[in-house]
């Protein structure tokens, strides 16, 4: 679970809108090494690449889905992007019992705004695969 809390706190700090821009620097300055690395690459990546794409890797095909959502969300095809995603859900494997959604989909920089609120509640109320 924390490989996408992580990177949600480097996305969510950089926020503009973020009222609480120093919270990745405490993060750094007081997690110990690995996180403290971890959280500063990712930080690095963000910057050099505009935002961070997830790693699904670990859920080959719902990755697949999730790599082809990103070619329609880029295209502006939002509806059809956010529908392969629901049809590739039931695909998706959590990493741990506490991994209930594949949270990447909140951060990732091509993902993250095809995810409305109403889309994450379908997301949510729609059966994923289990461990």
């Given at each position: 679970m924390l490989t996408d809390l992580w990177p949600m706190l480097v996305i969510a700090a950089a926020s503009p809108d973020d009222p609480q821009p120093w919270a990745l620097d405490q993060a750094i300055d007081n997690a110990g090494e690995?996180?403290?690395?971890?959280?500063?690459?990712?930080?690095?990546?963000?910057?050099?690449?505009g935002g961070l794409a997830a790693?699904?890797?670990?859920?080959?095909?719902?990755?697949?889905?999730?790599?082809?959502?990103?070619?329609?969300?880029?295209?502006?095809?939002?509806?059809?992007?956010?529908?392969?995603?629901?049809?590739?859900?039931?695909?998706?494997?959590?990493?741990?019992p506490l991994h209930l959604a594949p949270m990447g989909l909140a951060w990732d920089r091509d993902l993250s705004r095809i995810m409305t609120a109403e889309r994450r509640e379908r997301l949510l109320a729609t059966a994923r695969g289990s461990g």
């Open positions: 690995p996180v403290a690395g971890l959280l500063r690459a990712l930080a690095g990546q963000r910057e050099r690449a790693d699904f890797g670990y859920a080959p095909a719902f990755a697949a889905a999730a790599e082809h959502a990103r070619g329609l969300a880029r295209a502006g095809r939002d509806a059809e992007a956010f529908e392969a995603i629901l049809a590739a859900l039931p695909s998706w494997r959590p990493l741990s």
